[in-house]
Nanobody
């Protein structure tokens, strides 16, 4: 099982980024997926979820209306489109899923928003 995030970078406040999470080693279409993030000196926090079928999405309040999670099961990839980025969105972003009882995580991708 492998998850590889990409797409992070440095962006100005108000800018946009799209993160990708490429999955391999399991049947991607069967599992709900989640995005988490961890800002410097802060705890890991849940950002968004997307179910396997249907592709129901949920978001933490602070990103609702600005972030959109999607998935392409044919490409075994999940995305997080981020608009109107704020300084407080600066963090390492991780994708994760669970094959009970194990949680699998990617290595993370850094998002830095300059104020």
């Amino acid at each position: 099982v492998q998850l590889v995030e990409s797409g992070g970078g440095l962006v100005q406040s108000g800018g946009s980024l799209r993160l990708s999470c490429a999955a391999s080693g399991f049947t991607f279409s069967r599992y709900g997926m989640q995005w988490y993030r961890q800002a410097p000196g802060k705890e890991l926090e849940w950002v968004a979820s997307i179910e396997s079928n249907p592709n129901t999405t949920r978001y933490r309040d602070s990103v609702k209306g600005r972030f959109t999670s999607s998935r392409d099961n044919a490409k075994n990839t999940m995305y997080l489109q981020m608009y109107s980025l704020k300084y407080e969105d600066t963090a390492v972003y991780y994708c994760t899923f669970r094959i009970w009882p194990t949680d699998y995580w990617g290595q993370g991708t850094q998002v830095t928003v300059s104020s």
